[in-house]
C-alpha cells in the first residue's frame, strides 16, 4: 500500500473525520501543521463573535457586564475543567495570559511553602522561554536559588530526575506536562506525587496539553496550572489564559496581583484589597470576553466529541507522522526529535536535519505548506485532532522531503 493509500484510508476510518468541516479554511489545499501554536477558527466562531458585536455589546452596552461578562471567566473556566483538564467546578478561570498566570501561580505557591531552608524552584533547561525567564526572574525577587534539570532535547523531564532534583530544600517545581519542542509527554500523575513527597508544590503548564491530552488535574492532585487557549482551543491569537488552583489551596492561598476585579466585590470599590473567595480571587483586572467567545465554540465540540476520542486520533496522527518520516525523511538523514513511543508524546512531532534553517520553513509556507521552525535545525510538525487530517501531513511531509538533497 502507498502512503497516500494509507492516508485515504486512515481519513475514511476516521471517526473524528467530518469536525474538520467545522473549520474556516478546511477545503483550501493548505497544509497547517501549526495548530499547536495557533488553532484554526471555527466557522461558528464567526457567527457567535458578529453576534456578540450586533446584540451583546451592541444592545446590552455597559449592561453586558452585570449580565453576563463578569461571570465568563468562571463558567468558561469550569467547562474547560470538566471537558479539558480533568478539574471539579470552582478550581479554573480564563485570565490574562499564560505568562503572567505563572508568574501568579508560582508566587502563590512559594508564599504557601517556601521558608530560609526551603528555598529551591526547580525547573528544566528545555521548558519553554517564558516559564524560564519568569522563574529567573522570581528567584531574583525572592532571593531564591533556582535547580535546573538538564533534560534531553528530543524527550523531556523524567520522574527520576524530578526525584534526584527535589528534597527538603525545594519550595516549587514548576514544569510543562508537553516539551514544547520534542513533543515529550511528562509522567504528570507519578512527577506530582515525587514533588509532594519532597514537601514541595507543584505548578504545571498545559500550554500544549490543554486539548491534545487527557489530563485529569484532580485525580493527580495537582496543585497548580495554567495554559493558553489559542493552541488546540482555538480561542484565536492572544486569547486569555487559564488558571487551576485545586481546592484544598483556595482558602488559604493569595495571588500578589492585586486588581479590583480580584476583590471581593469590585464594584464597591472600597479602600484596602480583600480578595474574593475561591479561584475568583485569581483575577486581576478586566476579563478579555471577545477571546472566550472563540474557545466556547471548541469547549463545546470537545466535549461532544470527548478528549478520550482526540487522544486517540492524536496518537494515530502522530503514529502516521512518524510512519512518513521513517519512509521519506530517515533515509535523506534526517532525525526524529520526539519519542518514539505514543504513549510519551502529545500531538507534535519534530524533526531535525542540518539542511532545515529557517528559510526552509519560509519557503514551505509560500507554498501553503505550514509547520513552524525550531532552531537550530528542528521543523516541527503540529498536529491538530479536531482539524488535522492524514492527507494534510502527508502532503507537508512530502514537501519537508523535496525540500532535502538526495
Ligand atoms: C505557547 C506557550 C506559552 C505562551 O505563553 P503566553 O503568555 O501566552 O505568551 C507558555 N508556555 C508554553 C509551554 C507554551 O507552549
Redesign the pocket.
Known sequence: MTLQQRAEELDSHDPLAHYRHHFIGSDAPVSYLDG??LGRPLKRTADDVAAFIRDDWGGRLIRGWDEHWLAMPQAIGDQLGRAVLGAAPGQTIIA???????YKLIRAALAAVASPDRNELVLDTE?????RYLVEGIALEEGLTLRWIQADPAAGVTVEQVREATGPRTAVVLL?Q???RSGHLADLPAITAAVHDAGALVVW????SAGSVEIGLDEAGVDFA???T??YLNGGP?SP?FAYVNHRHLPSLNQPIWGWMGRKDAFEMAAGYEPAAGIRGFLSGTPAIFGMIAMKGTLDLVEEASMAAIREKSEKLTAFAVEVFDALLAPLGAELATPRDPARRGSHITVDHAEFTKATVEALWDGDVIPDFRAPHGIRVGLSPLSTSFREVLQGMEEMRNRLHA
Open positions: 499547536n501554536s490574562d495570559s499564560t505568562t503572567v498566570v505563572l521548558n519553554f522561554p517564558t516559564d510543562s508537553i516539551a514544547y503548564d498545559l500550554c500544549h495554567a495554559g493558553c489559542y493552541k492572544g489564559a
